[in-house]
């Protein structure tokens, strides 16, 4: 990515400003030199809004991939582990990292912000409207996390100092005036950010679109949903801004795969904006995970479930489903997003840690050239390796009778999604590149905005959800003829049951599940059981824990959860520290 690129760059030429031994520029204080040198001229402002850029985590804080553990489709598989919003075990932290981290980057963006207008630059007024547009970007960017997360939030217009105690000290401001101008910033940006940005890859129109889009349906349905009033203009704002991205970005990337486990997505169809990693400069660490003993993600059951069959029906009414009582069974014409998602079951013999052969067996090699027509030997044909390169033996490969330590699960649902061989016997230093907004995201955020505006149409449907489908090889969606589902949540129409059921399928484990459980109000998902594969405890030397105790069945390794759903858990609690230091701030309801 060109900003990561830059970014050191910009910090050396900040370094080099602030610690010129010029006589007359030792006249003035610090922070008076920062702001008339670096924002005197237009390649210093762009240098200084590479810092912005570090919000947007990627794969390096796998913040997005963990925050699936907190919702219904996602398992964390370790023993040991525990879901506090499942068990109702959530406490008041003394600090958030995610508050803390926000109000950090807003003072950043605030002196930029504030110093655009300085007497003595050579920007021009169309340049200072662009760099505005950025600095707009990336506060609505922090704001609506602070929003999503604490609801009323306190508001800094411009950079605090230690005299403004005031503002430092405020009260939060309300939801409804934050949203507000959040949407106000967005909306400028969008008129006058340059088309293209700064260069490839850089915060453009079609960025700030993007987050429009995802903004606008956040907060709408928000609204809708928790009974809060003006939840149309922002959903119109999610329709409008989705709209044009579909004009501009016709196709998508044939590989769904490949949106993942890339070593660059530069020139991918679809791809809006992504983080870009490399050896020298940046790398993450999930890849490893996915191949290793220390990730251990996994999918539930009723993950699995949501995946259709090849003819556009559920697995409970397709005449296509053989049943889930093996593996092999279960996954077979399924969407192919599953197999790309889920750890696809076979066996082979592995008579040294680095080589294999099959068993002789046709259903442990039944997946073997399926994998290998619809990938590559960077990506996902079969066998696995873990990150060293040694061969894993069987997939599902469970905890309690697991033959390696690594690439382990509980439920049998392993999560590959992020896995690839590309960086084989290199631990933590993964070089693929993460999407941050790309057009998965945006036509199921504008199929969701279309029904709750009343626009839905086959034509909607086609240029969305059917694209989406069509690339998993799977039926389109014919309004006229909604597949039945006896598992649909009977309070949630059939045709938004499956623009729920598109939007988890094509983004799982990227950090949006929980989040959408608590904007439509629907925690009550999360009360459900999480289930794994069917299994026979006859088949296993230690014994897996098995729905009702029974000796084979659904695993159920932490059992049914508190049936109830505290209606204060839709907020995060404000952090203690902050409640400390400014007696005016206020702890969100339910929260001690």
């Not at 794969?59 to 068990?87: C, H, K, M, V």
């Not at 981290?101 to 963006?109: D, E, G, K, L, Y």
């Not at 230690?162 to 400028?188: C, N, S, Y």
């Not at 040294?352 to 068993?359: E, G, K, R």
Request: charged residues 20%; contains cysteine; neutral net charge.
């Amino acid at each position: 990515m060109k900003y990561i690129a830059i970014i050191s760059s910009g910090i050396l030429l900040l370094l080099g400003l602030l610690g010129c031994n010029n006589d007359s520029l030792d006249l003035l204080p610090k922070d008076q030199l920062t702001e008339k040198s670096v924002f005197a001229n237009y390649e210093n402002t762009k240098s200084y809004t590479w810092q912005f850029y570090n919000v947007l985590d990627g794969y390096t804080g796998e913040s997005n991939q963990n925050a699936e553990w907190n919702g219904d489709l996602g398992f964390r598989s370790e023993e040991s582990y525990t879901n506090p919003w499942i068990w109702q075990t959530v406490i008041v932290p003394n600090a958030d990292e995610v508050y803390n981290a926000a109000f950090v980057n807003i003072r950043s963006i605030n002196i930029m912000l504030d110093n655009l207008e300085q007497t003595g630059s050579s920007l021009s007024a169309a340049e200072k409207d662009h760099f505005r547009s950025i600095g707009y970007f990336f506060k609505a960017y922090n704001y609506m996390n602070l929003l999503n997360r604490y609801g009323d939030i306190t508001w800094v217009e411009n950079a605090l100092t230690d005299g403004d105690q005031e503002t430092l000290f405020g009260p939060r401001m309300p939801r409804d005036q934050v949203a507000k101008k959040i949407l106000d910033m967005l909306i400028f940006a969008k008129d006058h950010i340059k088309p293209n940005g700064d260069g490839p890859n850089t915060i453009n129109k079609h960025t700030v679109l993007a987050l429009i889009s995802r903004f606008g349906l956040r907060e709408g349905t928000w609204r809708k949903y928790h009974q809060l009033s003006e939840s149309e203009s922002y959903l119109q704002a999610s329709w409008e801004a989705s709209s044009s991205l579909i004009q501009a970005f016709p196709s998508l990337h044939p590989h769904y795969d490949e949106l993942f486990n890339s070593e660059s997505l530069r020139g991918i169809p679809g791809m809006i904006l992504f983080k870009e990693y490399n050896t020298s400069i940046l790398t993450h660490r999930l890849a490893t995970w996915a191949r290793s003993s220390s990730g251990r993600h996994d999918l539930t059951k009723k993950a699995a479930d949501m995946y259709l069959m090849t003819d556009g029906q559920t697995r409970w009414t397709s005449p296509l489903f053989q049943g889930d009582k093996t593996p092999n069974s279960e996954m077979r014409q399924r969407d192919k997003r599953m197999l790309y998602t889920i750890g696809v079951p076979y066996k082979v013999k592995t008579p040294t840690s680095s080589t294999w052969a099959h068993t002789g067996v046709a259903a442990d090699a039944e997946y073997f050239e399926y994998m290998s027509s619809i990938s590559d030997d960077k990506h996902k044909t079969l066998p696995a390796l873990n990150w060293g390169g040694q061969v894993l033996p069987q997939e599902p490969n469970f905890l309690k009778n697991s033959v390696k330590p690594y690439s382990i699960t509980m439920t049998g649902y392993r999560l590959t999604k992020f896995s690839n061989k590309s960086n084989t016997g290199i631990s933590s230093q993964d070089i693929t590149d993460a999407p941050i907004f790309r057009m998965g995201e945006v036509l199921v955020n504008h199929a969701e905005a279309a029904y709750e505006l009343n626009k839905l149409d086959q034509t909607v449907l086609d240029q969305t959800i059917n694209k989406l489908r069509q690339r998993g090889a799977v039926a389109s969606l014919q309004l006229l003829s909604i597949p039945n589902d006896p598992t649909r949540d009977q309070t949630v129409a059939p045709v938004l049951w499956e623009i729920r059921r598109e939007r988890a399928i094509e983004l799982m484990y990227e950090g949006f599940r929980f989040d959408d459980l608590r904007r439509w109000k629907k925690l009550a998902y999360i009360t459900e059981e999480s289930l794994g594969r069917w299994v026979k405890n006859a088949d296993y030397a230690n014994k897996l824990k098995i729905q009702n105790g029974a000796p084979e069945g659904y695993i159920s390794e932490r059992g049914i959860p508190p049936q109830t759903v505290l209606e204060h858990y839709y907020l995060f609690p404000m952090p203690l520290g902050q409640l400390i230091l400014n007696p005016k701030l206020t702890q969100n309801p339910g929260w001690k």
